[in-house]
């Protein structure tokens, strides 16, 4: 298969011929879909570990598909899979068939830059799973996310794009917006920065539509809605930090989940105290922890072993 047309096809520039030119090639052999995967990750994935990327290199015509896959193995920071879905598509010649879906899920301490087959830009948090077709179905463009993303939707007015997640689905047109909702935490956030969303759930008898600037906050189970007063909280996207007039244990939970390690606090004192600052999650969680110290009395020691850190 031609890499030019399979780039585009990632990109999603390819006309309905093409992709079913690339879909075929998918279908006839197991293989190609492996190769596809690790073109995808090189073509379309930037893992954010220093300063953002502003020019993606184009690979040379001549490199093999194989040497590319060997190098693909290498990177160990996102994990993609190929996944069967549920939805059903049509192809050319009337028959149906399963599109492919890919999983996106990025470890502890890092985060990720991808573009989806419409040319929608998500930026992943750490430990934050998308899932998402190779290619987007005529009715709409439907995407499923576990953790946190913010989303700048390539704006399709007759194609609706839809966020879903374990607690709420967010339905847009297309603007700019930020969803958290992990597993492991109990508040649920949709902040909406440009345009404008539906919001879902089960909570509500219709969709509640969302303004630019407003967020909502599911918390005690209920919806709470309020101005986005702090808008560096976004520069996750950019690898940093930021934490404005933010309960310590609010903090404390913050880290334990972006970095991927359990962290007790045994310091009563500390839960009715405040911080405000700004870390890059390159220097990793004990220069965060030494930070806070200049401020904050405590000591902390960290188990390797249990991979947790008790505060005290």
Known sequence: MNLDLLRKYIEGNVTDEEAGQVVDWLDADEEHINEFMALHKVFNISVLNQVPIQKKEKFPKNISLRRIIKEVIKIAAVILLVLGGKSILENRSGEVE???????????GQRAELILPDSTKVWLNAQSRLVYPVTFLKENRSVELEGEGYFEVKRNEAVP?????????????????????????????????????????????????????????????????????DEDYFKWKEGLLCFYNQPIPKIIDKLSLYFGVK??????????????????????????????QLEHRFVYVKDNDLNEITIK
């Open 98 to 108: 399963i599109p492919l879906y890919q999983t996106l899920y990025v470890p502890a």
């Open 161 to 229: 794009f839809i966020v879903k997640t374990p607690t709420a689905s967010v339905k847009v047109l297309g603007t700019e917006f930020n969803v958290s909702d992990y597993p492991n935490d109990i508040d649920f956030n949709v902040a909406l920065l440009k345009g404008s969303v539906e919001l879902w759930t089960p909570q509500f008898s219709k969709a509640y539509r969302m303004k630019a600037g407003e967020q909502i906050v599911f918390k005690d189970g209920k919806y709470t809605s309020s101005e986005i007063t």
């Open 263 to 292: 962290i007790n606090m045994n310091k009563p004192t500390l839960k009715n105290e405040y911080y405000t600052g700004k870390f890059r999650v390159s220097d990793g969680i004990e220069q965060v922890l030494k930070v806070l």
